[in-house]
């Protein structure tokens, strides 16, 4: 059994490798095979004879772009001679790393599939206080324009008021200096 400290680092571990595609939060088969302990042939191969245990929502195979994206940005490719795969990789979403753990039916990869559970769980609970943080700023940045808009109708009334003090009176009929008589 691991202590806590390795199982948060586990975690951690685990969690940096899963990505999201196609909308999803999934693992790469070479990366589930690695954390299982089994060569990635091996896994692909258990997942071929269990095809009915692997629905489109639990794996799916990624496409070339998808593939050549994930290619650059990790940098996955090994040099030398064999080291190219010959067929695209398959991804894992969190139910269909649980099934490919229960048929490797291995001490290992059921013992890795708890962390592996609790990385998505963890991902999952990140992922809903960003949401809620951004509901957050959404609702602060509503109040905050509400009164802006209050105060710029102050301000204008403001103005209002001064430019009227500030515009000269109406020009007023003066009355003539001296003696007037009313005709005129």
Known sequence: MMSANATVVAVDAIASRIL????QRVIVDTDLATLYGVPTKRLNEQVRRNAERFPADFMFALSQEE???????SATLKTGRGQHR????????EHGAIMAATVLNSPRAVEVSIYVVRAFVQLRELLAGHKELAKRL???????ERKLMTQDQAIAGILNAIRQLMAPPPAQK???IGFVTGEK
Do not use: C, H, I, V
Not at 67 to 73: I, T, V
Not at 86 to 93: D, G, H
């Open 20 to 23: 999201t595609l196609r909308g």
């Open 86 to 93: 010959k067929y695209l990789p398959y991804a894992f979403t």
């Open 174 to 176: 003066k009355r003539p």
């Open 67 to 73: 593939w050549d994206a994930l290619r650059s940005q």
């Open 138 to 144: 959404n609702e602060l940045e509503t109040r905050m």
